[in-house]
């Protein structure tokens, strides 16, 4: 069988193939595996029944039942959900959004696809242009989606140490000035893996430097704001006319519903919806079906704000004491975790890599993603990269608690196999 080079490029391996590989089997074929590898929310029964109220009252009623699964909605997404989501952005935020201000998709790995693909690789003239990562570690789901090689570049971040085995990443401003050749800027945030949220002020810096180069910001807000809110800092939303918000139901509890959601302005959202038709023809009914009265209500901020970002909180905090318990006088360091479902650990002179780690773990039965695949557009020369894992605290406590065990124990055959050399 001969692949064209789409086929070569994107029927191959890759980080996110294998973190989605290990998600299946945890899930499916190995429920005793310790998964804390994926970006699976945990499961709020508080959260739980309010979409099933929701979709019980679909279900009873035939022409909102017919509406669910017997239409196609446009490729922009289905104009009242669009124009519900509208609205409320507009009474939090007075932003100025109308329903040709957003787009729907199916997921948001596919709205990426066609945004990132849409302002990067080859141009019109045979130049290049790269989306530019400004705070790598960055989403392992970015790093495979350009369908040119070279697509991504990035800025290495600057490194504070914290106290309490603490650390944090922060924009390197001096360097990202020197990059050249880029198509838009984006940044996760609450970022993912690290749970970095960058300030404020970084938002309003990146900005200034996009609107300078005449360039789109593009701002992944899967596990932020203002829904499903899993931040843990104080943080304002941004969005103008220069930026793309993306944003997500999946961490509100709803990821097999696939429904990613962006923001831009009118002629950004009309070239995407042109694109996305190509690419999905039209956008799943189940998420906006589900959600969108939640927008009209109000009821979104309640669930983010009462449910969600507390149980996260809790969690985050659980997790961080025991590794700390467990880590003991090793040299590891945590990311000073300010929002999103992960801890990021950093292992520092880890005698061996982080996928070295991620085996052996596997063949204890935990799963945990190795942190290089997350450093995408960087040049593969800094050890730091090697010495990195992702963990997810969002499942069940007792196996969080179970897999951090397993890791520290882990962790410290390794330091201790050098210290016998």
């Not at 899993?230 to 509100?252: C, D, G, R």
């Not at 039209?282 to 009265?293: E, R």
């Not at 960087?378 to 990195?388: G, R, S, T, Y």
């Amino acid at each position: 069988m001969k692949l064209s080079t789409f086929g070569t490029k994107f029927a191959g391996e890759s980080g996110i193939v294998e973190l989605m590989d290990d998600l299946s089997s945890a899930l499916s074929h190995n429920p005793d595996m310790i998964f804390m590898g994926g970006g699976n929310p945990g499961r709020l029964p508080a959260v739980e029944a309010v979409f099933q109220r929701r979709l019980e009252a679909i279900l009873a009623d035939p022409a909102r039942r017919h509406g669910l699964f017997g239409v196609y909605q446009a490729p922009q997404g289905e104009l009242d959900f669009r124009l519900q989501l509208a609205g409320f952005l507009n009474r939090q935020f007075d932003w100025g959004l109308g329903a040709d201000n957003i787009a729907i998709s199916n997921g948001s790995q596919s709205a990426f696809f066609v945004l990132y693909n849409m302002f990067a690789g080859v141009m019109p003239d045979g130049g290049r242009r790269s989306i530019h990562l400004p705070l790598a570690p960055e989403y392992i789901g970015y790093g495979d989606i350009g369908l040119s090689n070279d697509f991504f570049t990035a800025t290495r971040p600057s490194i504070e140490r914290l106290d309490d085995h603490l650390f944090k990443y922060h924009v390197d401003f001096s360097h990202l000035a020197e990059a050249g050749g880029i198509g838009a800027l984006c940044v996760s945030r609450p970022t993912n893996p690290t749970g970095n949220v960058l300030t404020d002020e970084e938002m309003t810096h990146l900005d200034a430097i996009a609107r300078a180069r005449d360039i789109p910001l593009i701002v992944d807000g899967a596990y932020g704001l203002p829904f499903p809110g899993i931040v843990f800092t104080e943080a304002a939303p941004h969005w103008n006319h220069n930026t793309i918000l993306t944003l997500s139901l999946s961490k509100l509890g709803l990821p097999g519903a696939r429904t990613g959601i962006v923001i831009a302005r009118e002629d950004i959202i009309r070239a995407f919806t042109n694109a996305n038709t190509i690419v999905s023809l039209a956008c799943g009914n189940l998420g906006p079906a589900l959600a969108g009265a939640l927008f009209d209500s109000g009821e979104i901020l309640s669930l983010s704000r009462e449910h969600i970002a507390p149980y996260y909180r809790e969690r985050s905090g659980q997790a961080v004491q025991w590794f700390r318990e467990q880590l003991g006088d090793l040299p590891y360091h945590i990311h000073k975790p300010e929002g999103a479902i992960f801890l990021w650990l950093w292992f520092e002179g880890l005698p061996i890599t982080s996928q070295e780690l991620y085996q052996r773990l596997k063949q204890r039965g935990v799963l945990i993603v190795p942190g290089h695949n997350f450093f995408v557009g960087l040049d593969d020369d800094w050890p730091h990269q090697h010495e990195c894992i992702r963990v997810s605290y969002a499942s069940d406590a007792d196996a969080v608690k179970r897999g951090v065990t397993i890791i520290a124990e882990e962790v410290r055959k390794a330091y201790a196999a050098r210290a016998g050399d």
